[in-house]
């Protein structure tokens, strides 16, 4: 008997509606099940997905999917959602190279009606849907589900904002799941939601409106007596503030309450806002307990859970940032550390509670993030901004009007430098290096090893104006990184190996490959470590001393650290031949990280291939 039976009846949302709603409960449990008996062998984001089992049945049964438009935020908790629609199979290769993303995308199914993987667009998106579709003359419902994290961020709120105005059918749904499941989220709210988003509740208001609508003043003043009364009972005056009906808060686990409030929702007009109280890892037990933990995993053992203690035989780069971001805030009392959202994530937690009064998670705002520590900067403090790289992406302005057309000194830890793996495409830092050289005053660095990001995180302290550390995901090559809180001579690359004709200049997490293939070519290794200012005279001594200049870098060969070192021989009046390596003008997709590198050509034997292809010309 299959451990499964009414979960493997679904193949598609359509299977799912001609259940009965008295059998909803028992495929929330199998789901739940899959989903936990899944993500322990395949690893991935596993207590968002646990907390929306109910919240993703409930939709698909609802609404028409996928004519409907479910728009998920972030999408890291849409496993349920892809078991339901039609890729249940496809999950065993979850993130792998060739398999299901373990995010929306519109080109893996009809039912990922918006492709995410950042947080805070879903409004937005649902918006432009919402407004497409009444523009077409169609009838369809336009659902975002956001999550309480998400709801922190700007975007969210200018789409809120414009909404509100935008006459049209959009439901947004708060899944909030920062707070335990309280006394309010019981029998009153459930009978206030289902009030609030009945026939007899909206037709009285509708027809209240069309009665005092010929006397402004009294139509306003009933409105805001509305507004006040149901404030006093929920949460929502902020949201009907911004033109919505809001609705909540409910059970997001509780189907019985969610289903019949969803159906009378669906036959409103204009904005609504359901808020639902959910609780990340839901149903099983040691997330529910640890959600920080099992938010994000490697493979487990479902039974026993993560088994925790064991020490790592080699630092992250992650490790070695929040060790020195402590050291450093030992000796100097103006550090500042900033993230926004990703404490554990940027390695900051034990900075967090050894410095508390200097640590400010500003939430899913990277925009504020930036100018916050401008600000900071202005006032003699010296902040340090922890961000992945795509995340900094979203604050680019920032960093160019607020930070470097000042020449503060704020300085940038940049995690996630390069390809990620098994986040694929919307995690994978491809562009720093090139949208940070363009920028004056900028200086730009890349470390090789754990020792040289210490190092590096101390130069960018130390230099007074605009200053980023990039590096990878994960693991360096195992350098012990040294105590001390050293410098670099700023702008000054090394020579690691001599070698003859062939010289490859190798920028931070290239170098390892470079050294590998440079014994095979005999070639000179130039572990280049800085992109800007980029070593001139260097790139001059090689281009002198060689036949062929090979520049490698894990970022997009447009714009990046090849195209400065072609403006570098180029302004010196060098005429040296030139190869340029680094991640070609697409998208990468998710799998092992070192896979995707190798079939780019970016290991050892790409490397030492493609130059030898080039030397034979």
């Known amino acids: 008997m299959s451990a499964h039976p009414l979960l493997d009846t679904i193949t598609s949302p359509a299977e799912l509606r001609q259940l009965d709603r008295k059998q909803l409960p028992q495929l929330a449990q199998e789901l739940r099940e899959f989903l936990i008996e899944s993500v322990s062998k395949t690893g991935g984001h596993l207590s968002s997905n646990l907390g929306t089992v109910e919240l993703t049945i409930a939709l698909h049964y609802v609404f028409n999917t ?9 999408g890291h908790q849409t496993y349920a959602h892809k078991a339901l629609t039609g890729r249940r199979a496809g999950m065993a290769k979850l993130r792998m190279l060739d398999g299901v993303s373990g995010f929306p995308r519109r080109d893996e199914s009809p039912f990922d009606t918006f492709g995410a993987g950042h947080s805070s667009t879903s409004i937005s998106a649902a918006l432009g849907m919402a407004i497409g579709a009444r523009d077409r003359g169609e009838q369809k419902h336009v659902v975002a589900i956001i999550g309480d994290g998400a709801m922190t961020a700007g975007m969210a709120f200018e789409a809120l904002n414009n909404a509100g105005v935008a006459d049209a059918d959009l439901l947004v749904i708060l899944n909030d799941n920062d707070m335990s499941i309280s006394p309010p989220v019981g029998a009153l709210n459930k009978y206030l939601a289902r009030l609030f988003s009945g026939h007899a509740f909206n037709a009285a208001r509708r027809a209240g409106e069309k009665m005092l609508g010929v006397s402004p003043s009294l139509l306003e003043f009933a409105k805001r007596t509305e507004g006040h009364l149901k404030g006093m009972l929920t949460p929502g005056t902020l949201f009907e503030e911004f033109g919505f009906n809001y609705i909540g808060p409910i059970d997001g686990h509780d189907l019985d309450s969610l289903v019949p409030t969803l159906k009378n929702i669906a036959e409103l007009k204009g904005p609504q806002f359901l808020h639902v109280i959910t609780r990340k890892g839901q149903g099983y037990k040691l997330a529910e307990a640890d959600p920080v933990l099992y938010h994000g995993v490697s493979t487990f053992d479902s039974q026993n859970g993560i088994e925790q203690g064991q020490s790592a035989s080699r630092l992250t780069y992650t490790q070695v940032f929040g060790d020195w971001l402590c050291d450093m805030a030992a000796q100097d009392a103006r550090l500042i550390a900033i993230t926004p959202a990703m404490k554990e994530g940027s390695g900051m937690a034990r900075f967090a509670e050894a410095y508390p009064q ?11 993030a930036l100018t916050f520590a401008a600000g900071l900067a202005c006032e003699g403090m010296r902040p340090v901004v922890a961000i992945y790289s795509t995340f900094l992406q979203r604050a680019y302005d920032q960093l160019i009007h607020d930070i470097a057309l000042q020449n503060l000194p704020v300085m940038l830890a940049i995690d996630r430098g390069g390809l990620v793996g098994a986040d ?14 363009c920028i004056p005053n900028m200086v730009v660095m890349a470390p090789s090893d754990e020792n040289e990001c210490r190092q590096m995180l101390t130069t960018a302290w130390r230099h007074d104006g605009p200053s980023a550390v990039r ?6 090559p195992g350098v012990t990184p040294q105590p001390a809180l050293t410098a670099l001579p700023l702008g000054k690359g090394e020579i690691r190996r001599s070698g003859r004709r062939v010289a490859l200049l190798a920028f931070g997490s290239m170098l390892a490959p470079a050294l590998e293939a440079g014994e095979r070519l005999d070639a000179t290794v130039a572990n280049m470590r800085f992109v800007k200012p980029l070593d001139h005279a260097l790139v001059k001594a090689l281009a002198d001393s060689h036949d062929l200049l090979v520049t490698i870098e894990e970022n997009a060969l447009i714009g990046g650290a090849g195209s400065e070192v072609a403006r570098s021989l180029e302004e010196q009046g060098l005429t040296a031949r030139l190869l340029r390596l680094g991640l070609p003008d697409h998208f990468t997709e998710h799998g092992d990280a070192a896979a995707l590198l190798a079939q780019l050509g970016l290991d050892a034997d790409g490397i030492t291939a493609q130059v030898t292809r080039v030397i034979a010309k």
């Open 471 to 476: 590096y990878p995901r994960g693991h360096g």
């Open 424 to 437: 694929g495409a919307t995690h994978n830092g491809a562009f720093d290096l090139s949208y940070l050289a």
């Open 358 to 368: 200097r640590f400010h998670d500003v939430g899913i705002a990277e925009q504020h």
């Open 66 to 74: 996928p004519e409907d438009r479910l728009v998920w935020d972030v």
